[in-house]
């Protein structure tokens, strides 16, 4: 069983900073870094060193090939990525001193997707692989359909949230990765607790395994039969730039080699507990070895 991920390569641009800038107001930064991110990129780098086949499909410019290397030497396979003319996409990151961070995103080739380039992709896809997607990419609706066609297993990270993406064939998904924040927006209100959210979840998407993290409180798993609750890991906050792409690997990576609902969820938040210990995007995903061995 393969894994494709049709997702964002990102050239992310981190700035720490005493408090994230005001409107009108200019600050210095206090240390700066450029590292390779995305969702899509640090979701597939997540999958590989969780021990997940990975074929990414995305692009990014010529010149920034050292990004598809970093990729590659994280385990993902990058047969189905290109370099091209168009800019790569990027991400301006503030990173303030409570952790707190801000995120201006441009998409660049991450925009660049004709749907039969996407189908060309997946020429070696068969019924019952999996197809990542997040909300970096273009025509994410076209992308999901072409894929529920081709009776591909679709798990979708709705992030960042449009508001569109609701009229999306979500209920035709296998899995839906949200925080709380994108579940509130997905139905169009909000929620004074876990319980509600599980009550809301079931009766907008009975059909589909919905997956909901909750930042410091963990993450839960919530089907019609079952709620699964996993308590996130007490650590200190540096950075929770990719922290949720880190879960959503390692927890999908499980997930594909038939593991518990609850040890899914217990290795996802594992794993972004370290990552969340650390700055940048794809720099803070650690490996399979550190995770065990937390
Ligand atoms: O989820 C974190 C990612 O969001 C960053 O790497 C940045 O590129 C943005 O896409």
Same mark, same amino acid.
């Given at each position: 069983?393969?894994?494709?991920? %049709? ?14 800038? =005001?409107?009108?107001? &200019?600050?210095?930064?206090? =240390? %700066? ?14 999958? $590989? ?14 010149? !920034?090939?050292? $990004? ?14 290109? #370099? ?6 990027? $991400? ?21 997707? +004709? &749907?039969? !380039? ?14 990542? /997607? ?12 072409? =894929?529920?066609?081709?009776? /591909? ?32 927006? /997905? #139905? ?5 607790? *876990?319980?509600?959210?599980? &009550? ?13 993290? /909750? ?27 990719? =922290?949720?792409? *880190?879960? #959503?690997?390692?927890? #999908? ?6 593991? +518990?609902?609850? +040890? ?13 210990? +650390? ?16």
């Amino acid at each position: 069983m393969k894994i494709f991920n %049709y997702g964002s390569i990102n050239i992310d641009h981190i700035y720490q900073v005493p408090h994230l800038v =005001a409107p009108g107001e &200019t600050i210095s930064s206090t =240390a %700066y870094q450029q590292v390779l991110g995305g969702k899509g990129a640090n979701q597939s780098i997540a999958l $590989a060193k969780a021990g997940a086949v990975v074929k990414h499909i995305g692009r990014c410019n010529k010149a !920034d090939q050292w $990004a598809l290397e970093q990729m590659r030497q994280a385990g993902v396979d990058c047969e189905l990525t290109q #370099l091209v003319d168009q800019p790569s996409g990027h $991400a301006i990151i503030q990173v303030d001193a409570q952790a707190e961070n801000s995120i201006i995103l441009f998409g660049g080739a991450n925009q660049s997707f +004709s &749907t039969d !380039d996407f189908k060309h992709a997946l020429s070696s896809a068969e019924a019952g692989d999996y197809l990542l /997607l997040q909300n970096e990419c273009n025509d994410i609706e076209q992308m999901i359909n072409i =894929a529920l066609e081709r009776q /591909l297993k679709v798990v979708f990270n709705p992030s960042p949230m449009i508001s569109n993406i609701a009229t999306f064939a979500i209920d035709k998904i296998a899995v839906l990765v949200v925080n709380e924040i994108e579940i509130s927006q /997905l #139905l169009g209100r909000s929620f004074n607790s *876990t319980q509600q959210i599980v &009550t809301a979840v079931r009766k907008h998407y009975s059909n589909i395994e919905v997956i909901v993290t /909750l930042g410091a409180k963990g993450a839960m798993w919530i089907n019609s039969e079952e709620c699964i609750e996993v308590a996130a890991h007490k650590v200190e906050v540096v950075d929770t730039t990719a =922290a949720g792409d *880190t879960f #959503l690997g390692f927890l #999908l990576a499980a997930i594909a080699q038939g593991q +518990s609902y609850k +040890s899914a969820l217990a290795i996802g938040c594992k794993a972004s507990a370290l990552a969340v210990q +650390s700055m940048g995007a794809s720099s803070s995903i650690p490996s399979m070895a550190q995770v065990s061995a937390s």
